[in-house]
């Protein structure tokens, strides 16, 4: 009768096969490595073989060692006498161990993973533990585009910082077009001039506001120069409402990678302002000219809108004036009240 399966095993094998090839898990030859049983050693798979005494249910490679060289038939497989076959089963098992230990040497300690496995009796929560350590030792998964927007940057982003966009685009405004945007910048969903003379190679790759340079991602969103005023001027308002001198920086304009906590950052009025200054920048994508300051105003003001709106409910008038006071200060600026 087959015994029922544990609920947890699934997902430990399952993360196992990502993770098994991480040598703080289990190195290439691990002390556990299997000589008996091993479908690449096929003499190894009789049960017979060579009458070796073992400790476990099969011969590992580090049973083989003494003294980290491989050990003489005689203290392998202690006998008063041995039959030819013996020795030829010997040769067989020495020439199969150098051969794979020619690229990587025996790891003779156990990685705490490996220790955890063979512990007998299990200590207490062992498949917690193993979790743990299986899910540590993971990668993280970025999104191809991330491979897409290394290429193509002259300062590539550290994964570190990835993590950190990421973090900070899953809740950058309450406004959904705004997240929307946002996503579909970083996921570089709009169909650039170069991408589509790839898949039209009638269609030019130049970039279709300057018609000069190659239409690249970062080109129709940052570098160009039809754009450069655009941005200086939402840069100059930036820093003149907040205080922030971004430095003309694309890294922290477009991926929010600006030098204050992701919490800070994720409550304060910087972030709806470049949040602002960059949905426009779809909204003319295929136009000549580049968006105007006083649309971002607009779409700072739909922004703020749809806050003030969400905190009265909340009865957090608070929170809403703390980070939209300095964005009342600059309108009241540029149009006084009669
Ligand atoms: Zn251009």
């Not at 590539?156 to 406004?175: A, Q, R, V």
Request: with cysteine; proline share 10%; charged share 20%.
């Amino acid at each position: 009768m087959r015994s029922p399966e544990h609920p947890t095993a699934p997902q430990l094998l399952r993360l196992w096969r990502e993770v098994r090839s991480r040598p703080d898990l289990s190195p290439d030859i691990s002390p556990l490595y299997p000589v008996s049983h091993n479908p690449d050693f096929p003499p190894g798979r009789q049960q017979s073989f060579l009458d070796i005494d073992t400790d476990g249910p099969y011969l590992h490679i580090a049973r083989c060692y003494t003294d980290k060289e491989l050990s003489p038939l005689t203290s392998l497989a202690p006998r008063s006498a041995y039959t030819p076959l013996a020795y030829f089963k010997y040769s067989q098992l020495t020439h199969f161990v150098r051969r794979l230990t020619s690229t990587a040497p025996v790891r003779f300690t156990m990685t705490v993973f490996e220790t955890l496995c063979t512990m007998d009796p299990p200590p207490t929560h062992v498949l917690s533990s193993l979790y743990s350590l299986l899910l540590s030792s993971s990668q993280p998964k970025v999104p191809s585009y991330v491979s897409k927007w290394q290429s193509e940057l002259p300062d590539p982003i550290s994964e570190d910082d990835w993590g950190k966009i990421f973090s900070i685009n899953k809740y950058s405004s309450m406004s959904l077009s705004v997240q929307l945007s946002n996503f579909k910048l970083l996921s570089r969903w709009y169909l650039t001039p170069v991408r589509l003379h790839r898949m039209f190679p009638q269609s030019t790759p130049q970039c279709w506001r300057c018609l000069a340079d190659t239409g690249t991602y970062l080109h129709l969103w940052w570098s160009c120069p039809v754009l450069a005023t655009y941005w200086s001027e939402i840069l100059a308002h930036v820093a003149d409402i907040t205080g922030f001198k971004s430095g003309n920086s694309y890294h922290l304009i477009l991926f929010h990678l600006v030098p204050l906590p992701v919490n800070t950052y994720k409550t304060s009025l910087l972030l709806h302002l470049l949040n602002a200054a960059k949905s426009l920048i779809p909204r003319k994508w295929k136009q000549t000219a580049a968006p105007t300051v006083k649309e971002w105003i607009e779409a700072v003001e739909r922004i703020r809108t749809l806050e003030e709106l969400h905190y009265s409910l909340e009865n957090q008038y608070q929170k809403y004036f703390k980070t939209w006071f300095w964005w009342s200060e600059f309108l009241l600026k540029r149009s006084p009240p009669p």
